[in-house]
Protein backbone atom coordinates (compact mmCIF):
# COMPACT_ATOMS: atom_id res chain seq x y z
CA UNK A 1 0.00 0.00 0.00
CA UNK A 2 0.84 3.69 -0.57
CA UNK A 3 1.69 4.00 3.68
CA UNK A 4 4.32 1.20 3.42
CA UNK A 5 5.45 2.76 0.18
CA UNK A 6 6.08 6.33 0.95
CA UNK A 7 7.70 5.09 4.76
CA UNK A 8 10.00 2.48 2.94
CA UNK A 9 11.62 5.62 0.66
CA UNK A 10 11.70 8.02 3.60
CA UNK A 11 12.97 5.43 6.70
CA UNK A 12 16.85 5.21 5.25
CA UNK A 13 16.75 9.10 6.11
CA UNK A 14 14.41 10.00 8.30
CA UNK A 15 12.63 8.59 12.03
CA UNK A 16 9.92 8.22 10.96
CA UNK A 17 5.75 7.29 12.60
CA UNK A 18 2.86 5.54 10.36
CA UNK A 19 -0.68 5.40 11.24
CA UNK A 20 -3.43 2.92 9.68
CA UNK A 21 -5.94 5.90 9.72
CA UNK A 22 -6.28 9.72 10.51
CA UNK A 23 -7.93 9.18 14.49
CA UNK A 24 -4.94 6.83 15.04
CA UNK A 25 -2.28 9.95 13.18
CA UNK A 26 -3.78 12.19 15.50
CA UNK A 27 -3.06 10.45 18.95
CA UNK A 28 0.21 9.81 18.12
CA UNK A 29 0.61 13.51 17.33
CA UNK A 30 -1.02 14.97 20.28
CA UNK A 31 1.32 11.83 22.59
CA UNK A 32 5.03 12.95 20.75
CA UNK A 33 6.75 16.03 19.29
CA UNK A 34 7.08 15.69 15.10
CA UNK A 35 8.22 17.79 12.67
CA UNK A 36 6.35 17.43 10.28
CA UNK A 37 3.53 15.10 9.30
CA UNK A 38 3.28 13.84 5.87
CA UNK A 39 -0.78 12.58 5.46
CA UNK A 40 -2.86 10.75 2.69
CA UNK A 41 -6.10 12.94 2.34
CA UNK A 42 -8.29 10.07 1.58
CA UNK A 43 -7.46 8.11 4.78
CA UNK A 44 -10.03 5.98 6.37
CA UNK A 45 -12.19 7.06 10.21
CA UNK A 46 -10.19 11.29 9.62
CA UNK A 47 -9.63 12.07 6.29
CA UNK A 48 -5.93 14.35 5.71
CA UNK A 49 -8.09 17.24 5.54
CA UNK A 50 -9.77 16.77 9.04
CA UNK A 51 -6.66 16.21 10.13
CA UNK A 52 -5.32 19.22 9.37
CA UNK A 53 -8.26 21.19 10.77
CA UNK A 54 -7.26 19.17 14.03
CA UNK A 55 -4.08 19.89 14.21
CA UNK A 56 -4.89 23.70 13.29
CA UNK A 57 -7.39 23.65 16.52
CA UNK A 58 -4.67 22.79 19.30
CA UNK A 59 -2.41 25.27 20.09
CA UNK A 60 0.66 22.64 20.75
CA UNK A 61 0.12 21.04 17.08
CA UNK A 62 -0.58 24.45 15.33
CA UNK A 63 2.78 25.40 13.84
CA UNK A 64 3.41 21.48 12.28
CA UNK A 65 4.11 21.87 9.06
CA UNK A 66 1.63 19.41 6.85
CA UNK A 67 1.97 18.01 3.72
CA UNK A 68 -0.97 16.23 2.12
CA UNK A 69 -0.94 13.65 -0.52
Known amino acids: DMRNYVAS ?9 TAEN ?3 ALRKIKKQ ?5 LS ?4 PKMNGFEL ?5 E ?4 RLIPVILL
Not at 40 to 43: A, C, R, T, Y
Not at 52 to 56: G, M, Q, T
Open 33 to 37: HFNLV
Open 22 to 24: GEE
Open 58 to 61: EPAT
Open 40 to 43: DVMM
Open 52 to 56: LKRLR
Open 9 to 17: LLKPYWDLE
